[in-house]
């Protein structure tokens, strides 16, 4: 159950880090003046 609960919890983390490194890409794509 500790083994399961562990690669939860890493998946989340990587998955939250995915999200916001979208977020992130989304935010720098549509920021007016980047694109130049």
């Known amino acids: 159950m500790k ?3 562990v690669m939860c919890i890493s998946f989340g ?3 939250l880090l995915r999200s916001i ?3 992130m890409l989304k935010l ?3 920021r007016p003046g ?3």
């Open 13 to 15: 983390h990587k998955t």
């Open 34 to 36: 980047s694109q130049e």
């Open 21 to 23: 490194l979208l977020l």
């Open 28 to 30: 720098n794509v549509f």
């Open 3 to 5: 083994h399961f609960e």
